[in-house]
């Protein structure tokens, strides 16, 4: 693929294929991911975070969605912390600087959490480094298969083993 802005497709394709996933939560909505969520008849909550012209687009292509503008990155993230609800899958690719705190609050709402961007140039921008990968029984899987890498961190023993043995 060449637009870098999809590079995430196939493996959110990949993990939609193989795992029970009903309701989703995405950070950072996007023509393609929430394209594929609500062509997939997910039950759907989108966050944008950064502009609100692109909250206004995206309402506008998909007006039938759970979609909130919050750029308030501290009510963000007390917000999602504070839930008492769990996702079947978390698509992290919001604010730069939202995308690793949101990770490490993800591990309490599910067991699923894709993230865009990921590659080592890029950790200074994201933040990467502070997610915390050493939580008892999460993996965190590169899938290098473009420049922009996504990455899945799972506590999913299954899902870990087929996302090695089609992407590694």
């Known amino acids: 693929m060449s637009d870098l802005y999809k ?66 990155l501290d009510f963000t993230f007390s917000r999602f912390k504070m839930s008492y609800n769990q996702f079947d899958l978390v698509f992290i690719d919001g604010h730069e600087h939202s995308r690793a705190v949101l990770t490490n609050i993800a591990t309490n709402k599910t067991k699923i959490i894709i993230c865009h961007d990921t590659e080592p140039k890029n950790s200074h921008i994201y933040g990467w480094g502070v997610v915390d990968k050493t939580i008892e029984g999460w993996e965190w899987i590169d899938i290098k298969n473009s420049e922009v890498w996504t990455s899945v961190f799972t506590s999913n023993d299954e899902l870990k083993q087929k996302l090695k043995l089609r992407f590694e």
């Open 7 to 72: 590079t995430h497709l196939e493996v959110i394709e990949f993990v939609l294929d193989n795992c029970d996933i009903k309701k989703v939560i995405e950070f950072g909505p996007g023509n393609y991911s929430t394209d594929l969520f609500v062509k997939r008849q997910m039950d759907l909550v989108s966050v944008e975070q950064q502009s609100f012209d692109w909250y206004k687009h995206i309402k506008e292509t998909f007006p039938k969605i759970s979609l909130f503008y919050e750029p308030n």
